[in-house]
């Protein structure tokens, strides 16, 4: 019973392997920043990998998640083709957005369509996804990561009295010592 079942199985599988010879697709979508704050920039970077054994060609990638209300494109674009990428190969685009607002963002899949192998066929496929990520304000951000070079201004003119008072009065101690020792001799 099970050795019956095990070989329906690798028949499908092998089914759905038939088709040797054909491109298939990878795309993925990463996030390249350990922050994402608010009025600063966003890489995001696409990998399009030919895992196939032909070329895949008409390839299109369409990203819909960067609306022009959230996101400011900085450079590159969230909609590009690729005419041709041979069996094997891979290549990268890099998009720079810029977040409008703060909170929650959902970065969703980015969507590929492409021609697999001499027949022609159109195949579409989604990238991985990223998803949700918190956009922080940017003065919650300069609360955290600033230098706060104010704050140690202000800390060193508070604490210069209570230091140059104490050193300007054993200063002159010292100094009536040494002229009193100086006299003397």
Known sequence: MYSSALVVLLLCVSNLNAEDGAARLLLSKQVYNKYVVEGMDVVVKYGLYNVGDSAATDIQVLDNGFRSDDFELVSGQTQFKVEKLPAQAN???????????????????????????????????????????????????????????????????????????????????????????????
């Open 91 to 185: 290549t990268t685009q890099t998009v720079v957005v810029r977040p409008r607002k703060f909170g929650y963002f959902n970065f969703t899949a980015a969507e590929v369509t492409y021609s697999s192998g001499e027949s022609g066929v159109k195949l579409t496929g989604y990238s991985s996804e990223p998803g949700q990520a918190v956009i922080i304000a940017a003065r919650d951000y300069e609360k955290q990561f600033s230098s706060h070079f104010l704050d140690w201004a202000a800390f060193a003119v508070m604490t210069l009295p209570s230091l140059a008072i104490p050193f300007m009065l054993w200063y002159s101690s010292k100094s009536k010592y040494e002229a009193l020792l100086a006299k003397k001799d």
